[in-house]
């Protein structure tokens, strides 16, 4: 009895997996409800950038760095999302993406994640 169970499962796994074949040569096209979801979503998460960008600030250049630059820097962050999203959300529809297309028309990121020393370590010759 054992036998004929693991024999079955067998089979039916065997069967299933033939037809659970990944298809990469077309990739995946976004549609209506990916942008829709995303426009949603960067409305709905927009004041998070606000926090973002003053704790990765405070974690590599400091308090007084985070609470200045990374405000001024986490609220043009959110105004942007907020903007992006409202225009997604509006235009779900109709696809407006490069090549008329459902992609997001978000910018990549700016930052160059390059770290710098503050205050350099050398400061007799900083200048």
Same mark, same amino acid.
């Given at each position: 009895? @054992?036998?004929?169970?693991?024999? #079955?499962?067998?089979?039916?796994? /065997?069967? !299933? ?6 298809? =990469?040569?077309?990739? @995946?096209?976004?549609? !209506? $409800?990916?942008?829709?979801g995303r426009g949603i979503a960067? =409305? ?9 960008? =003053? ?7 400091g308090p007084t760095v985070a ?11 959110? #105004?942007?999302?907020? %903007?992006? %999203? ?7 529809? =109709?696809?407006? %993406? ?7 028309? @978000?910018?990549?990121? $700016?930052?160059? /994640? #390059? #770290? ?7 400061? @007799?010759?900083?200048?």
């Open positions: 009895m @054992k036998f004929r169970i693991a024999l #079955v499962a067998i089979v039916l796994t /065997m069967a !299933f997996a033939a037809f659970a074949r990944a298809d =990469i040569s077309m990739p @995946k096209q976004d549609t !209506f $409800y990916d942008k829709l960067n =409305i709905a998460l927009a004041p998070a950038e606000i926090f973002d960008s =003053i704790y990765t600030l405070n974690e590599l250049e609470w200045s630059k990374g405000l001024v820097q986490g609220t043009s962050r959110a #105004v942007q999302d907020i %903007g992006i %999203g409202t225009f997604e959300t509006v235009t779900s529809p =109709i696809p407006t %993406g490069p090549g008329a297309t459902y992609e997001t028309n @978000k910018q990549r990121p $700016y930052d160059s /994640m #390059v #770290v710098n020393e503050y205050p350099p370590g050398d400061l @007799k010759n900083f200048y």
